[in-house]
């Protein structure tokens, strides 16, 4: 197969764009796409000051690579989850993040979540009843506020994550199989700012995650090809592979899936029961932060609640 666009021999071929490119007019293309996106979907505007949630994977990395090509002005944010499990996941992710910033001579924050908040997540997973035992919960709930309290303390006009298109296509599934109203009505590429939480967005939403994937790639990026330990049985993997296998009879099938989601959201009218909706009035008593009932939000309550009960054992006992 030759590059639609030079005639040498193609590297990738995207089906869903009916485009087959060569390495280089291939790294050209997603630069570019990437910047449209920003643009099309008014993302950010050229000149803010981004902070990107950076994992340690392809796509985080691809996109901290590629907004520093675009001239963001751009930090990264590791927040140390303390996932060991045999294999070290946390510590060898965390080593991926810090030598592509300094390979590039980025700046990288790294928050650990044990250090600053007295347990790993999969501590924490055990001593809370959110997840039933998992820690998949407490950590999407730590990861969330953590986020969002790095970047309003830094100052920073948007926080970037990595998501890409198979991301949020296996989101909406389980969204739509369990029609998640609220989570449907804040599945969304953008979710602008309002007082307590910074705005958020998904450069890389329109992406296939092959696409992220050969972008690291060709740049050499080196990233953690695992997935966490505790993923293995998540139901966004299942269904990400029932979409590729939807993808592979009809081509484009998982673009237009979501895609066109997107342009029925802006017709379907919601209760604002989701992250979109009014903000409450009350406030966290611990932390300031914006809350639905309750005293406490649900990351004050769920990390007291994680000190409390996991006190090590005194001497003797
Ligand atoms: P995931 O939910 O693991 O698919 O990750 C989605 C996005 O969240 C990634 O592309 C990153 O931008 C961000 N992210 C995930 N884990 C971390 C982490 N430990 N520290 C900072 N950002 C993260
Ligand atoms: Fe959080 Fe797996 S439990 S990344
Ligand atoms: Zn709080």
Known sequence: MKCRKCGRKAVINMRQHKLA???????????????????????????????????????????????QQLGYPCNGLYIGLGIDDGSAYSDRSRACAQQFADQHGMNLKVVDVAASHGATIPEAAQVTRRGAGKP???????RRYLMNRAA??????VLVTGHNLDDEAATLMGNTMNWLVGYLE???????????????????HRFYERET????LLRGIDYIQEECPYSADAKSIYYKKVLNQIETDRPGAKQAFYLSFLQARDQIQFTGSGERGPLPDARCSTCGQPTRGGRQCAFCSTWQNVRARNKPLEPGR
């Not at 998949?136 to 730590?142: E, Q």
């Not at 309003?152 to 006009?157: F, N, S």
């Not at 590429?189 to 967005?201: D, Q, Y």
């Open 136 to 142: 998949c919960s407490v950590c999407g709930l730590t």
């Open 213 to 216: 994937a050969a972008y690291a």
């Open 186 to 204: 804040s599945q969304a590429p953008l979710l602008p700012e309002k007082p307590g939480f910074v705005r958020k967005a998904k450069p890389f």
């Open 21 to 67: 490119l060569c390495a280089q007019d291939f790294l050209t293309w997603f630069v570019k796409q990437t910047e449209r996106t920003i643009h099309r979907d008014a993302l950010f505007e050229q000149g803010s000051n981004v902070l990107v949630a950076v994992s340690g994977g392809k796509d985080s990395l691809a996109l901290w690579h590629v907004l």
């Open 152 to 157: 309003l303390e830094g100052g920073y006009d």
